[in-house]
């Protein structure tokens, strides 16, 4: 079985999420949904790359907000 996890940087500050998500689009649907109560405008990704490994991918929405979600297997 596996799941998701979600990590942020968001206007600078670490975000730690303890959710898990059953798919990759989940996560960042929760991810645009918080951006949205945090009163950011722009969520567009500009850039898109792995971290490590092609199941941990890194979201690049500006300098001060990215996020990263993680494939684990349980």
Do not use: P
């Not at 799941?3 to 968001?10: E, H, R």
Request: hydrophobic share 40%; with cysteine; charged share 25%.
């Amino acid at each position: 079985m596996k799941y998701y996890t979600l990590q942020a940087i968001i206007n600078g500050e670490s975000e730690f999420f303890s959710q898990k998500f059953a798919s990759r689009e989940k996560a960042m649907d929760f991810m645009f949904d918080y951006l949205d109560q945090a009163y950011l405008f722009d969520k567009q990704i500009e850039e898109e790359y792995a971290v490590g490994n092609k199941h941990n991918i890194a979201y690049v929405c500006d300098n001060n907000t990215r996020f990263i979600i993680r494939r684990v297997l349980a």
